[in-house]
């Protein structure tokens, strides 16, 4: 069992519509939780950074840890044509880097419909 | 502006000829790291530093050397490229900017091997 699992899609939704990407693991000890937008041909770049369980609001994105269930969500309302792009989901067990490693999903290609 | 430069952004090579990919911040930042990234892979990270003349391994080091003379930089070596090593690289560094630990990458080099 791959220690985080992610869907790669592609999941294609209309404008307008709420997105829901998802990343299950199996490490306990795993603290930290981030999502990162890729768009294509550019490097990853941080969207929300959540620590332990709970919801995590920032404008039209909102962070979701469930630690109990090993898994963690990330919703878009809202969606526009330019959230287009790849999530990565990624999490460690210490504080989000460092000699602690970033363990990575491979990503959801998302794409929004005019 | 805050930044992480990778140089070239493209390279076509040949088997076991010797080449450098340079990384460089200008952020201060003590910690850097190489990943790459593979279709259905993922991004897996290659090598970090934690600071000048500090480096260890991650999780794909075979094939790879780096050094970390001077903090901000943090160059990618390839002694003989083969062609398992034609990959999409990113390099990151790492820091509390925002108030936690954010990972910020480069651009990217697309690498092929011949």
């Known amino acids: 069992q791959k220690e985080v699992e992610q869907d790669p899609g592609p999941l294609s939704v209309p404008e307008g519509a709420i997105v829901s990407l998802n990343c299950t693991y199996s490490?306990?000890?795993?603290?930290?939780f981030m999502w990162y937008r890729q768009y294509s041909r550019k490097g990853p770049e941080l969207l929300m950074y959540?620590?332990s369980s709970g919801n995590k609001e920032d404008g039209r994105f909102t962070a979701q840890v469930d630690k109990s269930s090993k898994y963690i969500s990330l919703f878009i309302r809202d969606s526009q044509p330019s959230d287009s792009a790849t999530y990565l989901c990624?999490?460690?067990w210490g504080s989000g880097g460092g000699a602690d490693g970033l363990t990575f999903g491979k990503g959801t290609h998302l794409i929004i419909q005019p | 502006e805050a930044q992480v430069t990778q140089n070239p952004r493209y390279l076509i090579t040949v088997t076991g000829k010797k080449l450098t990919v340079t990384c460089s911040q200008n952020?201060?930042?003590?910690?850097m790291s190489w990943y790459r990234q593979d279709p259905g892979l993922g991004l897996r990270q290659i090598y970090y530093?934690?600071?000048?003349?500090?480096?260890d391994k991650g999780d794909v080091p075979e094939g790879y050397k780096v050094s970390r003379k001077e903090k901000r930089n943090f160059p990618l070596i390839l002694e003989s490229p083969s062609p398992n090593q034609t990959s999409l690289y990113f390099c990151?560094?790492?820091?509390?900017?925002?108030?936690?630990?954010?990972?910020?990458f480069g651009p990217g080099t697309r690498l092929t091997v011949l």
């Open positions: 959540t620590y």
């Open positions: 530093s934690m600071n000048v003349e500090v480096t």
């Open positions: 990624a999490m460690s």
């Open positions: 490490n306990s000890a795993f603290q930290y």
């Open positions: 952020m201060n930042h003590e910690y």
């Open positions: 990151a560094s790492l820091g509390r900017d925002r108030g936690f630990n954010e990972q910020f």
